[in-house]
């Protein structure tokens, strides 16, 4: 059996690590033209499900890469007011196991982690167009370079935008969650750190800002210097001998981003970038604290981006082939509940116990598929819709609504300053969390 990803983003790659391992030939087709190409150096988290899903896929040397590569976690859950007041600051649980614990992952690093040992796997410069089914059952795929590969599986894992899906399953819709954001990315030093407070500096901070408007700040400290050198000299983890470090771009940071419904946006926002962008989120923060202002004014306008949150609509299952999807693909879901990376990686290493058995003869190839999608449908549909009641991520949400915001802003920050001032409210809180982001089986 030959399998063919289109799409070389975390799924993907998770993927195609499981199969080469066990000894199924796998090619990936990746749009970017080389391993360093791609807008990917901001933050992920990576739950117990993601890291239950890479140890399961990837070499073990590998894993215990990517255990090193990690940014140091977040100790606090902080909920914080437009003007830096502290709402609550609840203590996150230490991520001393490699698996059963909540990581801060660089999408550039993981990236390079991914690609690593895979030259033999990944065609870059590959922009996939369609597809056709050949009458001995395999099927084709064109790109936009005139090349093509033929295999016995195709998996789009392109993400949001899958023209795999586009062709495959017509009737499967993308619609805007009706939410616009800034991300914004501010080089972390001395000056920078001494405006963010200690709970924040540590931690995942929430800004539940007046006028409708939310932000999110979080701190990404990597275990290399602003030149790419371990920061600790003996460098037990052998950072310094992995290839991937010299393609990783990722330094200390603050990530700052802001977002809100569309409709407090200019109609042309998502095509502002660089300082224009930067502008409008001081323009959108006019009455933020002058601190946390200042990290918009120190950002890297290069690395600022604007994004329109989408989302899946459910459908229905469809007739089995042998055609397949994953991740975002297939349920794109707004950042609100941060599963949508673990949900990929989820996928994928289902997908690869299903080929893995198909190959050697366990299972007919058909079934396998299906018995994947039987399983991946219910579950992604259902973290698609949960990640959009949470944390304003729609934009219908009482937050945004002129005279209900102040009552849903009112009663989101009296429930979280009474979730970490109370203990059995803080238990329950962190219960829930990690109940959800570690539950799921992979």
């Not at 796998?26 to 791609?38: I, L, T």
């Not at 007041?85 to 660089?106: K, M, Q, Y």
């Not at 084709?140 to 399953?169: I, K, M, W």
Request: hydrophobic fraction near 40%; glycine fraction near 10%; charged fraction near 25%.
């Amino acid at each position: 059996m030959h399998v063919i990803i289109i799409g070389g983003g975390t799924g993907g790659m998770c993927l195609a690590h499981g199969l080469k391992q066990s000894g199924v030939s796998v090619a990936v087709y990746e749009r970017y033209g080389s391993r360093s190409d791609g807008l990917y150096g901001y933050r992920v988290g990576i739950d117990p499900t993601g890291n239950r899903a890479l140890k399961e896929c990837l070499p073990p040397e590998l894993f215990r890469i990517f255990v090193a590569t990690c940014a140091r976690s977040p100790r606090y859950f902080n909920v914080l007011t437009e003007r830096m007041r502290r709402t609550a600051s609840i203590p996150l649980r230490p991520d001393t196991d490699d698996v059963n614990s909540e990581r801060s992952v660089s999408r550039a690093t993981l990236r390079q982690v991914l690609f690593t040992g895979m030259d033999d796997v990944v065609h870059f410069g590959r922009v996939f167009t369609r597809y056709e089914r050949n009458e001995d059952g395999t099927v084709t795929a064109f790109f936009a370079d005139g090349s093509s590969a033929t295999g016995d599986v195709l998996v789009s894992a392109e993400g949001t935008r899958s023209a795999v899906r586009r062709q495959y399953l017509p009737h499967a819709t993308v619609k805007d969650a009706g939410i616009t954001a800034i991300a914004t990315r501010t080089p972390l030093t001395p000056e920078t750190r001494a405006l963010v407070p200690e709970e924040a500096l540590n931690g995942l901070s929430m800004i539940f800002g007046t006028k409708g408007v939310i932000g999110m700040l979080h701190v990404m400290e990597f275990p290399w210097d602003a030149e790419g050198r371990p920061k600790d000299p003996a460098d037990p983890a052998g950072l310094g001998r992995w290839a991937g470090l010299r393609h990783d771009t990722s330094r200390d940071y603050l990530n700052l981003s802001v977002w809100s419904a569309d409709n407090r946006f200019p109609p042309a926002a998502t095509e502002l970038r660089g300082s224009e962008l930067i502008d409008l989120a001081l323009k959108l923060t006019a009455n933020w604290h002058p601190d946390l202002r200042r990290l918009f004014e120190l950002s890297d306008p290069a690395a600022a981006f604007p994004v329109r949150i989408a989302t899946s609509e459910p459908i229905a299952p469809w007739p089995t082939s042998n055609i397949t999807l994953l991740g975002d693909a297939i349920h794109t879901m707004t950042p609100g509940q941060g599963v949508g990376a673990n949900t990929a990686l989820r996928d994928a290493a289902l997908l690869c116990r299903r080929l893995v058995a198909a190959d050697r003869g366990e299972q007919d190839l058909l079934a396998a598929i299906g018995a994947y999608e039987a399983e991946m449908i219910p579950y992604g549909f259902a973290r698609v819709a949960e990640s959009l009641d949470n944390n304003g991520t729609r934009g219908d949400d009482p937050l945004y609504r002129p005279y209900l915001g102040r009552v849903a802003l009112f009663a989101a920050r009296t429930y979280f300053s009474l979730t970490g001032r109370v203990p059995a409210l803080r238990r329950k809180f962190l219960d829930d969390l990690y109940a959800y982001r570690g539950a799921d089986a992979v």
